[in-house]
């Protein structure tokens, strides 16, 4: 559905996205993550047209979003943080509105998108008086009008108390499982994209530093947590036997290639050392990704 | 689909309230100026200049009379303020409040948006001029009788002034609202060519207006006289050409072409610069 091929774009002299090569195939809810700068919002931006890629290519549900983007953004929704509306208008009018930027769109559809969202009965009111988490709904709702197949979210949960990250959380996962749409969500919510994303790209300073798998982060070999009275003493003697290479936070070890968790247990009874506790610790996508920017960001030091 | 468009532009542009501060002004300052009219000496004076000049002051001193010369003023200074501020808000505003990405997500080209909301814009402004016309008329009416009309002033072609019966007067004041719909568009048409590219929309409006007075200032410095068709404001008098006696067509004409031109060359600008621009959070 989307396919981003070596696009770059440079502000001036400042590289905001620096040859970055994406794809998200449909029927995927697609995470996109980097702290802030880090060229998400320029990506998204590239792939609905908005802004002009300096080189590369960016197709959107087969078509070239620069020489044909209203062809490629046809089926396309999307939603952005602290979404903007008329607010002087009705719900109602600003679902018109709207919607009249796309194609023809029936007073029956529109009603249909209403009651999906759950505004109806406050569809005419003014959207001045509607609260963040109403706003939030009606920006879904526009999103939905066009009746898309791609569904572009730009940090849809910015702003939202926990209630409404919920209620966006559920609402986004009802959007892939009952509409079977494709959804490309950025999102700094890293507790949000692990629970809803299948696959996800992290952008740091503009560039790709991962693509992969959510399920294969959370597999992947993660950090072993002991708890002694004293792990000075017992990390030392583990050390000393080669069963770790070395320690962290004072509460975790590193397992050399081969190690297991028994051998450690082993290794501190048999020197009296008390063991508390020893277990593997299922590495969470907040640490996987503050460990990749780390890394990116220490390598551009260097 | 263009009509659905263009008439949501519309519910955009009139269903906030600040593109009503011209007409609210316009009621306003004309509602001072009548009572001015009436209640100070300035109708003393007009009587005895009209006396002096061999004319029965009952017959002129009218609605008519009294409406064209409070649309003056209005028309010179007012009207292009008001139309630039919504012209400078069309696109700018739009930007800013963050609804311009809202639109630009969906499949319409920018140069149809464009269109759309220079269509729209080029209504208002049609609407706020018949306005002023109707306003003033009607409030002057209010004080002063139904008679003929007597217009003076330096015109371009004379100095001299004209009279006029009541139903020639009122389609010749009807007449020159035609005109001033095209001097406001071109005033809306400057500010919309600002408001296409990246800056607020009291910058939009500002330059649009700094435009006009240094259009204005230069017209009436001796040493640019011999280049009067340079300036805007030079072809924004043509409305009051229709009072003059005979009516100099070809000086209208190309002045209306003139200011037609500047229109579609400040759209064609705005729209190649927002052609290229990106649009941003």
Redesign the interface.
């Known amino acids: 559905m989307i396919a981003l091929r070596e696009v770059h774009k440079k502000?001036g002299a400042r590289v905001a996205v620096h040859e970055l090569t994406l794809s998200v195939p449909r029927g995927e809810i697609f995470g996109l993550l980097g702290h802030n700068g880090a060229g998400k919002?320029?990506a998204i931006?590239m792939m609905?047209?908005?802004?002009?890629p300096t080189r590369g290519e960016v197709k959107v549900c087969g078509h070239d979003v620069t020489s044909q983007?209203?062809?490629?953004?046809?089926k396309?929704?999307?939603i952005?943080?602290?979404?903007?509306?008329?607010d002087?208008?009705s719900g109602r009018?600003n679902l018109?509105?709207?919607s009249?930027?796309?194609?023809?769109t029936s007073p029956e559809r529109i009603r249909q998108v209403v009651d999906w969202v759950g505004l109806t009965g406050r569809e005419q009111s003014k959207v001045r008086t509607y609260s963040h988490g109403m706003r939030a709904r009606l920006a879904i709702a526009?999103a939905l009008l066009?009746q898309p197949e791609l569904l572009?979210l730009d940090e849809p949960g910015s702003g939202l108390d926990p209630e409404g990250i919920a209620e966006m959380r559920q609402t986004i996962a009802r959007l892939h499982r009952e509409l079977g749409l494709t959804i490309l969500l950025s999102s700094h919510l890293l507790g949000e994209v692990e629970q809803l994303c299948t696959r996800i790209a992290v952008l740091n300073q503009g560039r790709k530093v991962f693509e992969g798998q959510v399920a294969d982060i959370k597999a992947a070999r993660g950090r072993v947590a002991l708890r002694t009275p004293d792990f000075a003493g017992a990390t030392a003697l583990l050390r000393e036997r080669g069963i770790i290479s070395g320690s962290i936070d004072g509460k975790y070890i590193a397992l050399n290639e081969g190690r297991t968790t028994a051998e450690v247990a082993k290794a501190l009874v048999t020197a009296d050392i008390p063991v508390q506790g020893i277990w593997h610790e299922e590495q969470t996508l907040e640490d996987f990704y503050l460990t990749l920017v780390k890394a990116g960001n220490t390598a551009n030091h260097d | 689909m263009f009509l659905a468009q263009l008439t949501n532009e519309l519910w955009k542009l009139f269903g906030k309230k600040r593109t009503y501060i011209g007409f609210g002004a316009f009621v306003l300052a004309q509602s001072a100026m009548l009572i001015l009219f009436k209640y100070t000496n300035w109708q003393k004076h007009f009587e005895a200049m009209l006396a002096n000049n061999g004319y029965v002051a009952t017959e002129y001193i009218s609605a008519l009379t009294v409406a064209l010369i409070m649309v003056w003023p209005q028309v010179l200074l007012l009207m292009p303020l008001y139309v630039a501020l919504v012209g400078g808000d069309l696109v700018a505003k739009e930007a800013e409040d963050g609804t311009l990405r809202m639109i630009l997500s969906r499949p319409i080209s920018r140069a149809r948006l464009l269109t759309v909301k220079w269509l729209g814009g080029i209504i208002f402004a049609a609407v706020l001029v018949l306005a002023l016309g109707v306003i003033a008329l009607l409030t002057a009416r209010v004080l002063f009788p139904w008679g003929g009309m007597f217009v003076f002033g330096k015109l371009q072609t004379s100095s001299a002034f004209s009279l006029f019966e009541p139903g020639q007067g009122l389609a010749l004041y009807a007449f020159s609202h035609l005109f001033m719909v095209m001097n406001a568009i071109t005033m809306l048409s400057v500010a919309f060519m600002f408001s296409c590219f990246n800056m607020k929309p009291a910058a939009a409006t500002i330059l649009a207006l700094s435009y006009l007075f240094m259009n204005m200032v230069m017209q009436h410095i001796p040493f640019f006289e011999s280049y009067q068709n340079w300036f805007i404001t030079y072809h924004f008098e043509s409305w009051f050409l229709v009072f003059e006696n005979p009516t100099p067509w070809p000086q209208i004409f190309q002045s209306e072409i003139t200011l037609v031109a500047i229109s579609a060359t400040a759209f064609m600008i705005g729209a190649m610069g927002f052609q290229v621009r990106d649009i941003k959070s």
């Open positions: 502000f919002s320029t931006g609905l047209g908005q802004v002009w983007r209203a062809r490629a953004l046809q396309v929704g999307a952005f943080e602290a979404p903007a509306f008329y002087y208008l009018r018109e509105i709207l009249h930027y796309s194609a023809p526009q066009p572009i």
